[in-house]
T-cell receptor, first 113, second 113 residues
């Protein structure tokens, strides 16, 4: 079956611009996670959705970052006023339910110039 | 808070050599432990997991045993192949924390023919 998909695969933007990153989880998966992976480091947790609600957003670095999952399926990570330090690979993962194995998408590589 | 520490790479081995990657963790409760692998040009894949003390996870010839007394989850493989060249990430999750994954920094393994 189809895995987790993320679009775009690459995004180049200029400092100060707004970007949206999309995640399509595996069909039927109720839990969805966003992580950020900087070069040479392990992924870091950003936010977790159970259904439509953000159950834990403690990993969002500041109020420029926001994510939604309005229908409990597709999720969008939104970054306002991008900074060069936001450059990283943004990973999305989904699991059938909370506590089950997380399946990762290929990531969106964001470069802020 | 929770944390994972794993040996830094790169680790360079010859084909058929024995591989060990050390991983230790700090957690407030009783986490589940994971090894994820990232092959060149691909996304993160779950390699193996263990959910309670003394459990052994295994897959593709790799093994890791959950050692609560030493808070460790070392990854081993008896005879590596060139195709095992990848970056390996140790991770933990705790139910009380929404099962978000906390990753180590990753260990790059290069197997030479």
């Amino acid at each position: 079956g189809a895995g987790v998909s993320q679009t775009p695969s690459n995004k180049v933007t200029e400092k100060g611009k707004y970007v949206e990153l999309r995640c399509d989880p595996i069909s039927g998966h109720t839990a969805l996670y966003w992580y950020r992976q900087s070069l040479g480091q392990g992924p870091e947790f950003l936010i977790y959705f159970q259904g439509t609600g953000a159950a834990d957003d403690s990993g969002l670095p500041n109020d420029r970052f926001f994510a939604v999952r309005p229908e409990g399926s597709v999720s969008t990570l939104k970054i306002q006023r991008t900074e060069r330090g936001d450059s990283a690979v943004y990973l999305c993962a989904s699991s059938p339910n909370r506590g089950e194995t997380q399946y990762f998408g290929p990531g969106t590589r964001l470069l802020v110039l | 808070g929770d944390s994972v520490t794993q040996m830094e790479g790169p680790v360079t081995l010859s084909e058929e050599a024995f591989l060990t990657i050390n991983c230790t963790y700090t957690a407030t409760g009783y986490p589940s432990l994971f090894w994820y692998v990232q092959y060149p040009g691909e996304g993160l894949q779950l390699l193996l997991k263990a959910t309670k003390a003394d459990d052994k996870g295994s897959n593709k010839g790799f093994e890791a045993t959950y050692r609560k007394e030493t808070t460790s989850f070392h990854l081993e493989k008896g005879s590596v192949q060139v195709s095992d060249s990848a970056v390996y990430f140790c991770a933990l999750s705790e139910g009380a924390a929404g099962n978000k994954l906390t990753f180590g920094g990753g260990t790059r393994v290069l197997v030479k023919p």
